[in-house]
Nanobody
Framework: QVQLVESGGGLVQAGDSLRLSCTASRRTFSSYGMGWFRQAPGKEREFVAAVSGGGAYTDYADSVKGRFTISRDNTKNTVYLQMNSLKPEDTAVYYC????????????????WGQGTQVTVSS
């Protein structure tokens, strides 16, 4: 029912910035908690950031806290992940996820997933 489309990934150098976007098809976008996850080759999928439906609550993985910022614009059905001071260890495919209700840090709690966008950070 909810289709998610990510964009904004690319190849950058360490210290650079990127902003990922995820646009949802659902008009009742504010009813969904949103999360960003990432998965690098040979590694498990890991939580990056989450935001509540109204945007008042945010949560971040310790590895990105202070560098990444999650936000949402419900008038555009879009969630963003601003990534600053990128490091090589940030290299991964980044996935946008949605669930009806409050956002979760657990990937298996989410109902809908985008196809992912690749972020590669060279050292």
């Amino acid at each position: 029912q909810v289709q998610l489309v990510e964009s904004g990934g690319g190849l950058v150098q360490a210290g650079d910035s990127l902003r990922l976007s995820c646009t949802a098809s659902r008009r009742t976008f504010s009813s969904y908690g949103m999360g960003w996850f990432r998965q690098a080759p040979g590694k498990e999928r890991e939580f990056v950031a989450a935001v509540s439906g109204g945007g008042a609550y945010t949560d971040y993985a310790d590895s990105v806290k202070g560098r990444f910022t999650i936000s949402r614009d419900n008038t555009k059905n879009t969630v963003y992940l601003q990534m600053n001071s990128l490091k090589p260890e940030d290299t991964a495919v980044y996935y946008c996820a949605a669930q009806f209700g409050r956002a979760s840090t657990q990937w298996n709690d989410y109902n809908y997933w985008g196809q992912g966008t690749q972020v590669t950070v060279s050292s």
